[in-house]
């Protein structure tokens, strides 16, 4: 299969987790012998900020402008599958000229799906316009549940289907290194998260003293009042991943106010942390426990109350963190995405094909 991705980013993982989702997703993709491209918009954030060159498991291409891609037009044009993502500059006008120019199947991948429908509902069509949508033969989603049936009926889909984020097991696994922190949090500042770092963490930190805290990511305000046992860590690159869970007793899982609304919206950091054998204490939502049982596999924690709890409770941490990996050893690598994106593109070719032949006939028989 030739594949032609064009994503917000691949080449970064600066302020965005769709780098890492990209990474895991089409290494694991060109595993199974498939030919990819992925066009990524040249911008000075992420130049500034590259933490891969040139990967071996796609051809990564740079343009400037929209108006560049035409460069790549025959490579759109013979593509037996082009994916646009979500939070792509110029993503309506970058969508309209996949329409137009590609014979194969075309898709939208929205990793962020709550994000984008709140958009859509406020007339905001940054990177997705509800006309678009129809034209795209697959709508992946980060999203699943009851999300994938409201995206079909409002905006008339032919095709939607989960595509969480995943873990790329080689790259994700347990070390034996000393823990450095007895709870830590992985990324980027975001608004409506940070009332939710403040509740799970930072009020912890300041009623458990005795107990070392650590945030990374970049973002995040000159006027946060850190409790000196908080270490900071602006950026983190993905290399440095496994390590940073394995230095932690337990790390936290932090979900977007739109994403907790739709539920099932699951973060890659718990598919991350947990092929570490790192337990999670995440917010609550709904369809979480489709994905880790509560308890056993992981932690759910509504207040601060529960988390300085479980931080001094008898530890059965690495217990849950080891229940957690085997999870997702079964069911959430990235090599059980890149079959799931193969199925969902075979399948969304033949509904083409139907849909062609449909036509065709409904032409001869007038």
């Known amino acids: 299969m030739k594949l032609v991705v064009l994503g917000l980013s691949l080449s970064s993982s600066w302020g965005n987790g769709h780098a890492t989702t990209y990474r895991a997703l089409l290494k694991a993709f060109a595993k199974r012998g498939h030919d990819i491209v992925f066009l990524e918009r040249d911008v000075p954030w992420y130049r500034g900020h590259r933490d891969i060159a040139e990967p071996e498991y796609c051809r990564l291409e740079f343009y400037s402008a929209f108006e560049e891609l035409d460069r790549w037009d025959p490579q759109i044009r013979r593509a037996d599958a082009i994916i646009v993502g979500s939070y792509v500059p ?6 309209e000229y996949v329409h137009r120019h590609s014979s194969g199947v075309t898709a939208f991948y929205d990793i962020d799906t709550p994000v984008t429908l709140a958009k859509l509902a406020r007339g905001d069509f940054e990177y997705l316009s509800p006309d678009l949508i129809p034209g795209y033969n697959l709508y992946l989603s980060f999203t699943g549940g009851p999300t ?19 873990v790329d097991a080689d790259s994700y696994a347990p070390l034996h290194v000393p823990k450095r922190w007895d709870l830590s949090y992985l990324g980027t500042y975001s608004k409506d998260r940070q009332p939710a770092l403040e509740r799970l963490l930072i009020e912890p930190a300041r009623r458990l003293q005795h107990l070392k805290f650590c945030v990374a990511g970049p973002q995040y305000p000159d006027g946060i009042e850190w409790p000196e046992n908080v270490e900071r860590i602006d950026h983190l690159p993905p290399a440095a991943h496994p390590q940073f869970y394995a230095a932690s007793r ?17 973060s890659v950091r718990l598919f991350e942390a947990a092929a570490c054998a790192t337990p999670v ?3 609550r939502w709904d369809g979480i426990d489709s994905l880790f049982e509560p308890g056993r596999e992981i932690i759910l924690a509504d207040s601060k109350d529960d988390v300085i709890a ?27 995405r890149a079959a799931e994106l193969e199925s969902y593109i075979d399948e969304a070719t033949q509904m083409k094909g139907v849909h062609v032949v449909d036509a065709a006939q409904m032409t001869a028989a007038g």
């Open 90 to 95: 110029q993503g309506v006008e970058v969508g």
């Open 310 to 336: 479980r931080l001094s409770c008898d530890d059965d941490a690495a217990t849950i963190g080891w229940a957690a990996r085997e999870r997702i050893l079964a069911g959430h690598t990235a090599d059980h």
């Open 281 to 283: 204490i995440s917010d």
């Open 250 to 266: 337990y790390t936290l899982n932090i979900t977007r106010a739109d994403m907790i609304a739709a539920g099932w919206s699951p």
């Open 148 to 166: 994938l049936e409201r995206i079909q009926e409002l905006y008339d889909s032919p095709m939607t289907r989960a595509l969480y984020c995943s």
